[in-house]
């Protein structure tokens, strides 16, 4: 018999559904296409200036909460940002100081990295994140055994799956809850290198949760203030929420609350 994944959710939700923010600032940029291309850092640059004010409100108009993954240096730049994102019930979460790549890392490069940025995220919040994305999704085999180590509770970066799973490399040391995100639930897919119309997105993302939500399982959506906070693209999210919302047995959660509800999942089953 084929594997079910129906009943997982909190009681009357069929699917769950987690909106993360990359805050990367300018850093996302400046990496990938060097400090000297101009015309790419200053779109990012809509990232603090615009992007994220109209994200904030966009939620706050549809009564959701969602995830911030945020880079150290641009909390530092504007850490009321990370304030007022906090105290609008949004969880935040690292990701990385400067945006640089973990797979370009030593162990201890990326150990002091997520020191770093957690520290300062919890400095500006009181509350010490949990949770980690890294940047461009470029990890290795060392990343979720140092998040374990560290004490963090999810990662979100291996794609290679539509339900969350359990990660302990390090047996030694608690799991690490794997909250799957997706290339076609990244706004980079449709509003940076080519330009689709807000409308392509929504329709692919109406599909997947039509999918999902038959087999119960869950939707990973990875946002940048920068893209889907421009005007058009922010309908993308907008159509989307209104159509998730519609359902009426979506379960519209933050990260952190999706993984603790699997591991207090797993173990009312004695997993
Ligand atoms: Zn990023």
New binding site residues.
Partial sequence: MLPSTTDVWPAGHRAAVVLSF?V?GE??EVNHRGPDDWYWRSNAQYDQAAGIWRILRLLDDFDVSATF?W?GKVAEERPDIVKTAHDAGHEIST??WD?RYFSEMTIDEQRDDLVRTRTLLEQITGERPVGH?T??WRFNEQTVPLLQELGFRWNMDYASNDIPFLMAPDQTREPIVQLPPSRLWDDYSYFVDPIAPPRHAFEMWRDDIDVLRSEGKLMCLTF?PWVTGRPAPSRALSMFLDYVISLGDVWIARADHVAQWWLDRLKSQGA
Avoid: M, R
């Fill in positions: 990359d990367d850093y996302g993954c880079v990701h990385g945006h994305k940047p461009g940048h």
